[in-house]
């Protein structure tokens, strides 16, 4: 279950990677691949979820679930900018990509 979520959050970090950088450029965002990373990094942590409440998980992949969280609720966030239609908080972005890769470094190290 948790190399399938280090699968999720690679993929979602494409998309996620893309995102931020038409965000800092103030550039419009594409609604379709802000919701394809929305729904992949959910999926990710769906599995990572799973993967911890399974009891198999040790000490950094609980860790990178908190911090994963956390970049989830930062991605709900800069979703409500996306929806209004407002500019992007370059801080948001750099917080929420900055937990996320935190995150899944840890997961990886967590599982290898």
């Known amino acids: 279950?948790?190399?399938l979520s280090v699968i999720l959050f690679a993929?979602?970090?494409l998309g996620g990677l893309v995102?931020?950088?038409l965000g800092f450029r103030q550039r419009d965002l594409p609604m379709?691949?802000?919701l394809i990373h929305g729904a992949v990094a959910a999926g990710g942590l769906i599995t990572l979820i799973l993967g911890v409440v399974q009891g198999n998980a040790g000490l950094l992949p609980i860790i990178s679930l908190i911090l994963f969280f956390i970049a989830a609720l930062g991605g709900f966030l800069l979703f409500s900018y996306h929806l209004?239609?407002?500019p992007h908080p370059k801080g948001l972005i750099v917080i929420h990509a900055l937990a996320a890769v935190i995150?899944?470094?840890l997961l990886l190290i967590g599982i290898l």
């Open 1 to 3: 279950m948790l190399f």
């Open 11 to 13: 993929v979602a970090a």
């Open 19 to 21: 995102l931020g950088i």
């Open 32 to 34: 379709w691949l802000s």
């Open 84 to 86: 209004r239609q407002k």
């Open 103 to 105: 995150a899944f470094i």
